[in-house]
């Protein structure tokens, strides 16, 4: 079993920054891509970024240029640097990672970005 925590999300005016944290623990051994996903009322869930164990990196077309995705091997964390926020990212957002071809979610983040 893996489990998740997150962190780092709340409430920032729209042109502001928030980061958010995921740290893994558990049977962390052999993850492979760690990234995070997000859905807003209404919306279905969506990819926001996603990095590999080997540091490559894909980016939903809405946040490429504003949010960063990077990784911390030593600590088995990852990361989420969101600037340029708009009123469109507010969101929750879920941390996930895949291991054996099993996904695993942290508890949600809310993101609110007031314009």
């Known amino acids: 079993q893996v489990q998740l925590v997150e962190s780092g999300g709340g409430l920032v005016q729209a042109g502001g920054s928030l980061r958010l944290s995921c740290a893994a623990s558990g049977d962390i051994f052999s993850l492979s891509v760690m990234g995070w996903y997000r859905q807003a009322p209404g919306n279905q869930r969506e990819l926001v970024a996603r990095?590999?164990?080997?540091?490559?990196?894909k980016y939903a077309d809405s946040v490429k240029g504003r949010f960063t995705i990077s990784r911390d091997n030593a600590k088995n964390t990852v990361y989420l640097q969101m600037n340029s926020l708009k009123a469109e990212d507010t969101a929750v957002y879920y941390c996930?990672?895949?291991?054996?071809?099993?996904?695993?979610w942290g508890q949600g983040s809310q993101v609110t970005v007031s314009s």
């Open positions: 990095i590999s164990s080997s540091n490559n990196t």
């Open positions: 996930y990672t895949v291991k054996i071809g099993a996904t695993y």
